[in-house]
Each structure stands twice: as structure tokens, then as C-alpha cells.
């Protein structure tokens, strides 16, 4: 069974920074690992995501603020959240895309969330 472990959440005030940390246990092969949020009221959205490769993609929003990094051996992901925002509160969602088994679907995994709140 596939289980993703998420820590780091917290409130901070506008400005602070946070780290968040995902481990993931059960998995055979890992295609992606990332980070998504959402709001209340809103979607669940992609804020940045590290290849097995090691090539990133970010939000347009966290650019510049937010720093993503994995580690394949561990099969952890983590996100440094610099300059935070009251509009990055949400609920954070890791995500691994991977193979549970050798022959398994390349399926989504995510964890149960994490709730950022950043005070003004």
C-alpha cells in the first residue's frame, strides 16, 4: 500500500517561511513528485513539481518564493515556501506519480494535506 506522510504545515505571518515534507513508503517507481493547494472554494492546483529527472515546474504565483526539491533515495519531496503570502494559505497536498509494483498503472498518490495559514 502506497502512503504518503506530509509535516511542516503550520500559521506564519506574512513574510515567514515554512518547509513542508512528504515521504512516501510502498512505491516501486516514482515518475513525479509534487505539490498542490487548494483554497476553500476553490480548485486544487498545482504550485511546483520536481521530475525523476530533476527538472521543475512551479506556479507562476510561487516563482521566485518557493524552492522544490526531492530526494529519489528517500523518496521525499519537500517544499521551501519563502516570502509567504496571505493568498498561499490553503491546504497543501503532496502528490507522487508513480508505479506501485513493476507492472502496476502509473497512477496519482497524494497525502492527506497539510494546512498552511498565513496571517497578514
Known amino acids: 500500500q502506497v502512503q504518503l506522510v506530509e509535516s511542516g504545515g503550520g500559521l506564519v505571518q506574512a513574510g515567514g517561511s515554512l518547509r513542508l515534507s512528504c515521504a512516501g513508503s510502498?512505491?516501486?517507481?516514482?515518475?513525479?513528485m509534487g505539490w498542490y493547494r487548494q483554497a476553500p472554494g476553490k480548485q486544487r492546483d498545482m504550485v511546483a513539481r520536481i521530475r525523476s529527472g530533476g527538472s521543475t515546474d512551479y506556479a507562476d504565483s510561487v516563482k521566485g518564493r518557493f524552492i522544490i526539491s526531492g530526494d529519489n533515495a528517500k523518496n521525499a519531496v519537500y517544499l521551501q515556501m519563502n516570502n509567504l503570502k496571505p493568498e498561499d494559505t490553503a491546504v497543501y497536498y503532496c502528490?507522487?506519480?508513480?508505479?506501485?509494483?513493476?507492472?502496476?498503472?502509473?497512477?496519482?498518490?497524494w497525502g492527506e494535506g497539510t494546512q498552511i495559514t498565513v496571517s497578514s
Open positions: 502528490n507522487f506519480q508513480g508505479r506501485r509494483t513493476r507492472t502496476s498503472w502509473l497512477v496519482d498518490y
Open positions: 510502498g512505491i516501486f517507481s516514482i515518475n513525479h
